[in-house]
């Protein structure tokens, strides 16, 4: 019997539906409570936590840290309600993963409306499925942090924007405004979703303009002003602190600074390309994956060039908009994102500030795929990309403790806990502290060592957010000089009176200063490969 059968009815499309929407929340719910976190999760977790008020949460975000309030809203609420366990914190970002899954099916239905109802339904389905498998979904949605929050409502903009271009009523501009307001106050990264927005809005108004009825939609330069002026008013509230932590920070407004005049190494596209499906985890897959996944990227730029090349003059006046949308979406998110520089930094983290450019990907493939007239060829290319998914699904469900040193913070608190003193003290020298110090919970101090030239500022903000876990958010890290008095006349103070200190993540300056000041490496019992790399030191 023919897939086409299985369509026949609304009873069986129902069972499809469930049966997709199933599985994905199966993979997004699988070991979801026993992977450690990682540390901005904690800081996610941590700075809700510790803040006694909305008014004091805000404050503290206003000054000291990079991200928009309303990600820290909602988890102010959500940690009192369900506490701060992995499966608490974590089903967050799930149900938007789900619900994500939800409207993308009837994001994708309404972009091919003009197609008979079930061939529509079909692309829809099509589209589901590969992004309840997808890895790259699948591993955000799984964590605490806004990507598939922002996302999410990156998707219903986009599917009210739909809604307006055919009919303009109040509701659709509500919806369209309402959600790119709530985006903008989640993630920064949102903000590339409203300006390819506004990129398409100007493409239907330049051709309602030099090439009229030849677009199928018409969107006037009043309703585009209109547009902006409503999405920059209702985060006007924000735009201060935006222009200040800009300027403040000297361009440092996604936590990493733009390196101007700096380039891409070798490798850069290549990483983009993986992260954007796939993951970098699919290197873990043993020899099949790599090959797999380079052979299903090689499919999908065939099956995008396809579409754009073989099809082009069947695109009839009521498809071609529908098209220039989702290659606006898809192309304008990555091009604002890579043109920014701040990608550079990113690169090895790139897909959750791109994640959105998942949706009108996946959405190009499936129609592409369902347009080949070879039946046995469309399954075969529909079964291959899938395969491609499902080779990374095990690294994304198990825990990255099992390759990444940077998820064994655990065990190493664990140790140090059982092996501590009293008047130990522990040193660390990076930012990923905060992190320690949640699976610490240990009775010794543990400093950060960062004299930069806002230390004062950053210390006091840290107290204020986190009570007495003071500098728990600097995300400076700087490297220790013994020559420089400042460094040196820190950790002086800083060791008085201790006899044993922890030295993480603590470069070679500064492991050599205390052996310049007489102390001793202790062997330590403790054999775990971890990015913590601790040495104990002991004062002779």
Known sequence: ????????????????????????????????????????????????????????????????????????????????????????????????????????????KKVFSYLPPKTSVKIALLAMTFLAVNPLHIEFSKEARPYTFFTFFGLLSCYFLLFLLEKRKWYFWLGLIASNIIGLYIHYSYFFIVAVQGVFLTVVWLFQKYRPG?????????????????????????????????????????????????????????????????????????????????????????????????????????????????????????????????????????????????????????????????????????????????????????????????????ELAQYIRNSEQPNDLIVFNDFRRVLFNYYYQGKITVSDFFPYKNFEKSYELSNYATNSLENKFSAHIITFENNNPIHVQYLDKLTQGHNRVWVLLGDQGMRQYFINHNWLIQPLNYNVENIFQPVLFVKR
């Open 214 to 410: 030849s677009f199928g939609v018409k969107f006037s330069l009043k309703e585009l002003f209109y547009f902006f002026l409503a999405t920059i008013t209702g985060f006007s509230l924000w735009l201060p602190t935006v222009i200040n932590r800009f300027f403040e920070s000297q361009t440092e407004i996604y936590g990493a600074r733009m390196a101007f005049g700096s380039g891409y190494d070798f490798f850069w596209l290549e990483r983009v390309t993986e992260n954007l499906l796939w993951l970098e985890k699919y290197y873990l897959s043993g020899k099949s994956g790599p090959v797999i996944i380079f052979f299903a990227e090689a499919a999908i730029v065939g099956l995008l060039i396809y579409l754009f090349k073989v099809l082009k003059n069947q695109i009839r006046k009521e498809s071609l908009w529908r098209f220039m949308f989702l290659s606006i979406l898809f192309g304008g998110v990555l091009f604002f994102y890579f043109a920014s520089n701040l990608s550079i930094q990113y690169t090895p983290i790139v897909s959750r500030h791109i994640l959105f450019a998942v949706f009108p990907l996946l959405a190009l493939v499936s129609y592409a795929i369902y347009t080949l007239k070879n039946y046995s060829f469309r399954f075969f290319l529909t079964i291959f990309i899938l395969i491609s998914f499902v080779v990374v699904l095990p690294q994304v469900i198990n825990s990255d403790s099992n390759w990444n040193k940077e998820y064994r913070v655990k």
């Open 1 to 108: 019997m023919k897939i086409e059968k299985l369509f026949n009815s609304r009873r069986k499309l129902v069972i499809i539906f469930i049966l997709i929407l199933f599985i994905g929340l199966v993979l997004r719910i699988t070991n979801i409570s026993n992977e450690e976190y990682w540390v901005d999760e904690v800081v996610s977790m941590e700075i809700s936590r510790y803040s006694d008020s909305l008014a004091h949460l805000t404050a503290f975000i206003q000054q000291g840290e990079y991200h928009p309030p309303l990600y820290y809203y909602a988890m102010f609420f959500w940690t009192r309600a369900l506490g701060t366990e992995p499966l608490s914190t974590r089903s967050f970002s799930v149900i938007f993963g789900i619900a994500s899954l939800i409207l993308f099916y009837f994001f994708v």
